[in-house]
């Protein structure tokens, strides 16, 4: 049994997305430990308990959200790792979600809706929205699409979001303007679930159509903002809870010595999870909507093209064709697509093995899913269920 540790958490447990950072940081310890964790409820933005260095931590697990905080968890003299990523402190370092990732997932899911219009809402001057809402539309410019922006509010730090969030409410009827004047039906990408939550109840008050009109997706995965949501809001999850776990091996390594810790790690986040708020598929040939929600239900039966195209009564080059220009690829290739996230939706939730995923997700063998997984996503199976699982199946 190894040393027994005392580690300092510094992260707030007012909304779920710090809850889920503490749940992993409790599972690496319960894993590696014996660790002793100093934990008090707090905000984002609550200072550095005065009791931290009469305590004498080995080491820090903090989000830091200025520069002062920085200092202060700097002045304690330990390792330490930032969960935030702001970089107030260069010297400490962060993990962090990719917010590439999550930006690329956002647009992913708003063009398997057979959107083509998007905007995407956010909070001006916070760096985290920022970076989402230049991610999105470097995404979506490079398909050939433009996004409309909206912004209100803003502080240059995150320990200003929670009086952000609180502004911005009052700006229903502005958004409410600014949705309806947009080209419809579009797909909105939401800096945040409580973003997402605003522009929700903002189209139930003034009467916007939602998925119909306005399709919304935001990122947490709170569960309790997404079911409170009218409709039900569909969600990036950032994998926070992998995130607490790294960031606590980190941290374990760096009071071990055992390792130089690099300055930036980020964390691909788990995936979309589809809720009503984005259940729409805008698309304007009929039967290719029909034959996309027959894919949908029936790929992983091991459904052929030759047998979607007799199916809906066209030669299987015309059903290409029409794919081709409603969809942007073919018939074939959604057939693929819908498999391949079958396996990613096995590989995260189940423990089944690589060669029952092969068949539950309509693939004859092995490695051909292999090979085709690799070569779309550039990562085996194998190396994806561990860096996306979440930590209880890990």
Known sequence: MGRHLRIGLLIESSRDYGRKLLQGIAAYSKAHGPWTLYYQERAIDAPMPPAMRRWRPDGL??????????????????????????????????????????????AEHLLECGLRQFAYVGFGKVQFSDQRRDFFREYMQAKGFQVHVFESGGFAHASGLCQIEEDTAQHGKELAAWLSALPKPVGVFACNDIRA?????????????????????????????????????????????????????????????????????????????SRQSSDILAIADREVADAIRYIRRHACDGVSTGALAERFGMSRRSLERRFARHVGHSATEEVARVQLRRVKELLVGTDLSLEEVTREAGFSHLSSMHRLFKNTFAITPGNYRKSRRPISMA
């Open 197 to 273: 939550y605003q522009i929700l109840s903002v189209c139930g008050e003034y009467g916007i159509a939602v998925p119909d009109d306005v399709a919304v997706v935001g990122v947490d995965n709170d569960l309790m903002l997404c079911n409170l949501s009218d409709p039900p809001l569909s969600s990036v999850d950032p994998n926070a809870e992998r995130i607490g776990y790294e960031a606590a091996g980190m941290l374990h390594r760096m009071i071990d010595g055992s390792a130089p810790a690099p300055a930036q790690n980020l964390i691909a986040p788990a995936g979309v999870v």
């Open 61 to 106: 697990l903090v989000r830091i959200v200025d520069a002062r905080f920085g200092r202060a968890v700097q002045c304690l003299g330990v390792p330490a790792v930032d969960l935030l990523g702001q970089r107030f402190s260069p010297r400490i370092p962060t993990v962090i979600p990719d917010q590439v990732a999550l930006a690329n997932l956002a």
